[in-house]
């Protein structure tokens, strides 16, 4: 009675379809991918989580040190001319190091060179709010606006290749923990310094900290997608060529918008508070305007990126945003007293010209080796582009003592601003442009 010494039942066992044949290969691949949808999902969350953490960091590097700049030339001994230096600094960093970034991520992958970014943001913010020379702050500075450059270039390339189906919605997130960051920075530094007894070295330093935590969760984020020998992520992809950027009219465009936004960002930035303040409004309130124009900057940063890839161009945006600088600008010129907020209002509606531009940089190129190098293009010589523009509104401030040329300058050069914008906004591809 036992079926196991029968052999016909043997044999019925061994053909039935719940047992394969000794000849099928065994093709079972389906059990072993099953379990790893989750941990797949969980390992984008992660990287999500990452690029938000990384944005947050872009900013603090310099807006921090705006915040507490007389107490650290009082304490460093540092000269007027320094001071400029340090103003100079940034726009330069990003247009230099910025080149660099294609190159560094073509040898060691994006991902890894994020990581160094990191690094270098959280050993420079840290290590200058310890040294007494001048120089050295000067330097270690720098080293933090480096990564910075690195990091500027590479999120967008990034977020590209690893979430090919979600560029809007992660540029979105990408440029609204960016403003967060620079919010952040310019509304808490002192109140964080004033808490720590006043010492400057310690407001500062503390934005290292930010970054070091930053830089934990790129570390596993490099580790997780560590590529593997003969995967296909290690194979060398052929997008990753040089492109003849230089012939892609699109890429010039961009490269341009990207300036002349950030000439008006980095003008309204740096002398807003100045404006109202000579428009009869209180230093206070007039720090409360300008974290007005920063926050506008935040739910809008995550959903104009969502909209404007919805269309087939962005230049309904492009339009709309320079007409709400324009009227901002000519607002604070005749009446930055009156309505004060409307004004900052519009002005940062005008400033989110940034994450629409970061929104343009995904979408003009088909792949993340494109994106590299039209980010990297583009943001260079954009910043190259806007260093002029702060100090000429300065100049021109000194020598009339009013502030109607240099806001009149700001609404000029928005009417450029949306030209080149309406050729950049349209619907190609610089791979396109560049080969033909």
Partial sequence: MSTAADPSATETESRSPATPSPTTTPAAPTPPTAPTVPARNAAAVLLAVAVAAAAVNLRPVVTSLGALLDPVREGLGMSATTAGLLAAVPPLCFAVLGVCAPGLARRMGPVAVVTAAM??????????????????????????????????????????????????????????????GTSLAAATTVPLTDAMGGNWRLGLGVWGLLAV????????VLFLRREKPGTAAAAPAPVQAKLPILRSRTAWALAAFFGLQSTSAYGAMGWLPKIYHDAGVSESASGVLLAVVMAVSVPVSFLLPNLAARRGDQRLYVVVLGLCGIAGFLGLMFAAGTVSWLWAVLVGLSMCAFPLALTMLGLRARTPGGVAQLS????????????????????????????????????????PQMLVGLRAARARHIEDEAVG
Avoid at 213 to 220: D, H, P
Avoid at 391 to 402: E, K, V
């Fill in 119 to 180: 690094a270098a943001i959280a050993a420079g913010v840290l290590a200058r709010s310890l040294t007494g020379s001048a120089a050295v702050f000067l330097l270690l500075t720098a080293v933090a606006l480096a990564g910075v450059a690195l990091a500027n270039v590479l999120l967008p390339v990034v977020i590209k290749r690893y979430f090919p189906d979600r560029v809007a919605p992660m540029i979105g997130l990408y440029s609204m923990a960016l403003s967060v």
């Fill in 213 to 220: 935590a930053a830089l934990a969760l790129w570390l596993v």
């Fill in 376 to 415: 990297a293009f583009a943001q260079s010589l954009g910043y190259l582009i806007s260093i002029p523009g702060p100090i000429l509104m300065g100049a021109l401030y000194q020598r009339t003592g009013q502030w109607y040329l240099p806001l009149g300058l700001l609404a000029l050069l928005l009417v």
